[in-house]
């Protein structure tokens, strides 16, 4: 019995020795030791361990330059106190940590100040129920008070899945709370700027040291066209101005090359600043590219063959090969500096050259389906992309859109785990950003995407910013983690609302993209599946339970959100259309006054884009037909201004008309893709699989012009796609208009469904 009660005595002993106590009945015990001239990420590791104490137990720690004589324990920041070198190697070049103990001292310490940071939250994360659910919450974070806190787990270290971890804004590219929000949850880099003194208008801590241009920039139109067309894109049998969303640069020109490095040249002189250490080059969200002859000219590569313009690699390869130079004329003035660029659209196919050794690329893997994997079915070309970058010699870094949609509750963490495993695993670890909403409250509910982003999806934004920091985590295990923090009493609740809701998301085949429709997606997966009272009897049941106000806030917001959801998505959702059989319809039916059209199926009133109660400015019909092998549909566009079609641009062939235009956007229902057709009224067509333009099929497109409309008729060869009907088969088919009036364009659709949405496409009978 003595032996059993001393055995405890002494286990007892070696638990108190082995806490780290920092209050004791709400008065502090502990003192905080930053460097005589800490950085700025010391002193924000130091503020924030002394507000997060204070904060939890009613008493915050003096913080000191150097420690005092008191007897009490001691928490050290940063390097200059505690450098091991075993750990120091371990954590090698990322913003890692290491956290010891020695007695009463305590060292947060890194290779880099940032990896205090980390251990400071990392700190509180193994300790505490400290968390912050949102950037805009009353009290900012959720937590137990303990006026004798205490920190039990004291003796750690890691290092980062991802060097650079980002939060990038997006809609509001400057919003310090959300970036705050960021930070506090291991972010490490705030995003892109075009402006140098944009970026340092903040605290030194969000600064990356990235400079960002834009390459058509260095080319302004006014002082450079009308003396040096050969600058810029051929297209349409002339030269065209650059356009951020339109024609880029010509890559081929030497001249214009030359002059953009002199202004690129004269541009760092102008804003390099000692801070700055790298440069990126970013181009046109367009895939409107020169098409001289140069341009079009086969590429020779080192090993003695030539890279032909139908290659998915020859415009990447032009791009790169232009770049490395920009690169090296770069360099050669400033050697110390590195640059970036991203590996999107056009140049996200890895190049056949090497791109420069001092070139990190940022590889966006855009757009896909955010249910499955890089290797899942129907996303396999981002895989096989992802493992030729892994190998192109390149540091190659992830630029995702898992934040974008997620106003609607996207529970995008089990792919995007998955995707982040697999780049880890090919040794892409350099750099992660994920596109995400501001939490920035608008009015009236419609407008309130961003913030209403945050009501309904902050733990998936959570979840990621765990995934980001160690991409060897369960979602599932984390979601669980969340809930318990934030919602306690009432987290059964909410684990079962968001558990129902990812599995009819996952249930259903369509597949989810980057710019997924809110209120679609809440009939396709909460309304059509017949969850809607169940879900509110879920969030009614949680704000019940919830026990703090804060608390009781974070639920009414979702429950504001939810209601607006089923109201706009009731109120919208169209019945299912029926497309009539005709025979014979192949005989006449491009013909625009043949009687065949007079037993055809119409929708009218269309609804612009994305909001789906209000009515588009112009009246637009619809009409349809099929004949089994083939679909027919006949646009009839009214056109107040019918003089402004003649100021149309051209579309050069294989491009999408850039200005009035009609288009059908149609998906069979056993395709993992869908199929896009676009006229104009003066006859231009297009075709795509998604958006790769380079597929084509042999279609039919007429278009005429009235007095006061325009029309257009379209034969779609459904066999061709992969259907073969049989009897009342159904697919998902959206008619849509664009409208260019002067400098306004409206796009509209049936039922104000958004195109490239194929899970939000209306479904369709094509009646036998």
């Known amino acids: 019995m003595k032996k059993t009660l001393a055995l405890l005595l002494a286990c007892a002993a070696s638990a108190l020795c082995a806490a780290f106590q920092v209050s004791s009945q709400g008065k502090s015990v502990s003192e905080i030791i ?31 330059h150097a420690p005092t004589k008191q007897n009490n324990h001691k928490i050290f920041l940063g390097k200059e106190f505690y450098a091991p070198e075993e750990d ?21 310490s890194g290779p880099k100040d940032g990896g205090v940071i980390n251990a400071v939250f990392l700190l509180f994360d193994r300790n505490t129920d400290l968390i912050f659910p949102r950037p805009v919450m009353d009290g900012e974070a959720l937590f137990t008070p303990d006026p004798d806190l205490t920190f039990r787990e004291t003796d750690f270290r890691g290092r980062p899945s991802w060097n650079y971890r980002e939060f990038g804004l997006v809609h509001a590219h400057f919003d310090p709370p959300t970036s705050l929000w960021a930070r506090r949850n291991y972010s490490n880099s705030r995003g892109m700027f075009y402006h140098k003194y944009h970026i340092r208008s903040t605290l030194e801590l969000f600064f990356s040291g990235v400079l960002t241009y834009e390459l058509g920039r260095f080319l302004p139109n006014e002082k450079y066209f009308a003396e040096h067309p050969g600058y810029y894109a051929w297209q349409e049998g002339k030269r065209k101005k650059y356009e951020h969303y339109g024609p880029q640069l010509c890559y081929t020109d030497r001249e214009g090359r030359e002059a953009l490095v002199r202004e690129m040249l004269a541009a760092l002189e102008r804003d390099l600043t000692p ?38 690699a020859f415009r990447s390869t032009q791009y790169f090969l232009y770049l490395n130079a920009v690169v090296e004329a770069m360099l050669k003035k400033y050697p110390h500096l590195e640059a970036e660029t991203l590996g999107y659209l056009y140049a996200a196919v890895p190049p056949r050259v090497k791109p420069h050794p001092k070139l990190t690329v940022i590889y966006c893997p855009y757009p896909k389906n955010d249910k499955i994997s890089i290797d899942g079915k129907g996303n396999e070309k981002w895989g ?25 509750p996207r529970p995008v963490a089990d792919a995007a785990a998955e995707n982040l495993r697999i780049w880890n695993k090919l040794g892409i670890r350099h750099f992660l950003s994920t596109e995400t ?17 945050w009501d309904v999806s902050a733990m998936e934004y959570w979840v990621l ?48 993209m980057y710019n997924d429709n809110a209120v679609e997606c809440a009939e396709l997966y909460i309304r059509r599946p017949g969850m809607e009272k169940t879900l509110r009897e879920k969030l009614a049941a949680a704000e019940k339970l919830a026990g703090r106000d804060a608390v009781k806030q974070l639920v009414r917001n979702h429950r504001e959100r939810f209601e607006f959801l089923m109201r706009s998505a009731a109120r919208s959702n169209p019945a299912l259309f029926e497309i009539p059989l005709a025979a014979d319809a192949g005989k006449t039916a491009m013909d625009f006054d043949a009687p065949v059209w007079n037993s055809a199926s119409r929708i009218e009133n269309f609804k612009i884009t994305g909001n789906r109660s209000k009515d588009a400015a112009v009246r637009t019909s619809v009409s349809f037909l099929h004949d089994r092998r083939n679909l027919y549909v006949r646009f009839r566009c009214a056109e107040p201004d019918m003089k402004h ?57 007429a278009a005429r012009r009235n007095s006061d409309s325009w029309e257009a008729v379209m034969r779609i060869p459904l066999d061709k796609l992969g259907l073969r009907i049989t009897v009342n088969n159904r697919c998902r088919i959206l ?18 469904a958004g195109p490239h949405m194929p899970a939000a496409f209306p479904e369709m009978l094509l009646k036998e």
Request: hydrophobic share 35%; with cysteine; glycine share 8%.
């Open 34 to 64: 930053v460097p005589e001239e800490p950085s700025e990420e010391l002193l924000f590791a130091a503020r924030e361990l002394q507000k997060w104490i204070g904060r939890i137990s009613g008493a915050e720690p003096a913080v000191f």
């Open 88 to 108: 120091f190697r371990f954590i090698g070049e990322s913003d890692g940590w290491v956290v010891r103990r020695e007695g009463k001292k305590l060292f947060l």
């Open 275 to 312: 801070e700055i250490r790298k440069i990126h080059f970013g181009f046109g969200d367009t895939w409107s590219l020169c098409n001289c002859p140069e341009c079009r000219r086969p590429i020779p590569l080192a090993d003695g063959s030539q890279l032909t313009p139908d290659d998915d």
């Open 384 to 408: 096989v992309r992802s493992r030729d970058w892994a190998k192109s010699g390149a540091r190659v870094g992830i630029y995702e859109y898992w934040g974008d949609a997620s106003d609607f």
């Open 437 to 453: 909403y501001p939490d920035v409250r608008k009015t009236p509910p419609e407008q309130d995407k961003l913030a209403g982003a």
């Open 465 to 512: 910013s765990r995934l980001m920091l160690d991409s060897s985590r369960n979602p599932s295990e984390l979601r669980n983690e969340y809930l318990k923090r934030v919602y306690g009493p009432a987290a059964s609740p909410m684990r079962e609302y968001y558990e129902a809701i990812r599995k009819a998301w996952h249930a259903d085949k369509r597949i989810s």
């Open 645 to 701: 079609l003649d100021a149309q641009k051209a579309p050069y062939p294989g491009r999408l008309p850039p200005g009035d235009r009609v288009e059908l956007f149609l998906k069979t229902a056993d395709a993992k893709t869908y199929h896009h057709f676009a006229g104009s009224p003066s006859g231009a067509k297009y075709e795509a699989e998604g958006y790769n333009h380079r597929w084509n099929v042999a279609w039919d497109y």
């Open 735 to 752: 008619p849509v208009r664009h409208r260019a009036d002067g400098q306004n364009a409206e796009t509209s659709s049936h039922a104000g």
